[in-house]
């Protein structure tokens, strides 16, 4: 492979896009050659360049609540049974005589009511989230670290929140506050991922009907993850405590700070 | 719930800042995100479930940008790319490309300077550099900027090229 071949193919070996046989013949010239290698270093420089200095310019909160306006409202999911009964119905009516329609009434009902609550607990993150962006004093408490932000909420909360993840250089924790989740009171965590603020809502989960279906593994717990309103949202339970992570951030990044913090836990 | 529905707005960031390096300022690229999402709810039934609805939305955004803005304002760059690559390959690139004094100029530059860099460029490599930052595919970048992916790949590596050559100017 000459020079000109390796350096037309880069981006491509720092993407990982090529085979994996031209890949190595690309390592074992940049191996050899100071130029080339050079080169190469020069690149991987730009796009670093680009992926931590470049300014970015992410959607303003007024723009965000302009959309969320206007944007269909979120409709409960509907059960596989909602959505075939027009077509099932005819043939069913006669069978339903025969004992079925007490237990398929049952199911409907359950997985229905299930959605709903689902449902209603993400919007309640999203809506936490949203009063925690939009008060004039977010944080009562800025960070000087997590051993600073959870004693702090001793006296202030009728339990204690378990929170193991100091923050760091990506994810860094900008302070708490005390905030309300459904009835009672929670431990909100404000770190943030660049410009974007997270709040982590920490909460007694007994009484709540936490989600049971469609959950991933994440780190130790396992979380549900759902979007509204332009928001990705991860919910999951330890013991008697409920977490709700809630950012406009990219899912994979939020998914990344919860592996954070459900790992330690 | 359609998944255009469900979660378009997740990706409102991305498309706000891609907005505003193509528009250049602020007012424009938050209308342009508004009428991108518009057209996204009455052509959701257009969506294919399963496909990358990222960049469903980013190909909106761009053709909604070409038709509303770019016809509307005196664009230099519009000829293409070609203008910048030609500009970016002149002569003697190669003696700086590979020295380290060109790595080390890159490391000192800040972000007013790769923000103006950036700018620079024609529009089509501005959206080529930016949606290979977001992450997407070649094939997802040739079906944004409706060409080949050959086309794209080019187009990548020319506005890189340049971009190194105005960061070069800037970090003198």
Known sequence: M???????RLLDYQRGRLPLPT????????????????????????????????????????LKRRLAAEWPA????????SRWRPALVPSLAVASVLLMVPPILYYERATSRAASERASLVGEAVNDHLRVLSSQHPLDIESGGLHQVKPWFEGRLDFAPVVAFEGDAEFPLRGGAVGYFRDRKAAVF????????ISLLVFRAEGLAWPTRELTRIGSVEAYTTAERGFNVIMWRTRELGYALVSDVDARDLRQLAARMAGGQ | ???????????????????????GNQTDAEDLVQETYARALRAEHQFTPGTNLKAWLFRILRNTFL????RQRHDPTVGGLDTVEADAQGAGIESWLLGDIELDRLRKVVGEEIEAALM??????????????????????????????GTVKSRLARARAALRQKLKDYAR
């Open chain 1, 2 to 8: 000459t020079c000109d071949d390796v350096r037309t």
């Open chain 1, 23 to 62: 890949q190595a013949e690309v390592r074992t010239h940049l191996d050899a050659c100071a130029d080339c290698g050079r080169a190469e270093a020069v690149e991987q420089e730009l796009t670093s360049v680009l992926e931590h200095r470049l300014p970015q310019y992410p959607a303003s909160l007024a």
């Open chain 1, 74 to 81: 979120r409709a409960v999911e509907r059960s596989w049974w």
């Open chain 1, 190 to 197: 404000v770190y943030a991922r660049r410009l974007h603020p």
């Open chain 2, 1 to 23: 719930m359609s998944p255009v529905a469900n979660e378009g707005l997740a990706y409102v960031d991305a498309l706000h800042n891609l907005a505003r390096y193509l528009t």
């Open chain 2, 67 to 70: 038709s509303l803005y770019r």
């Open chain 2, 120 to 149: 620079t460029l024609s529009e089509e490599a501005r959206t080529v550099v930016l949606l290979d930052l977001e992450g997407l595919t070649e094939v997802e970048v040739a079906d944004i900027a409706g060409c080949a992916v």
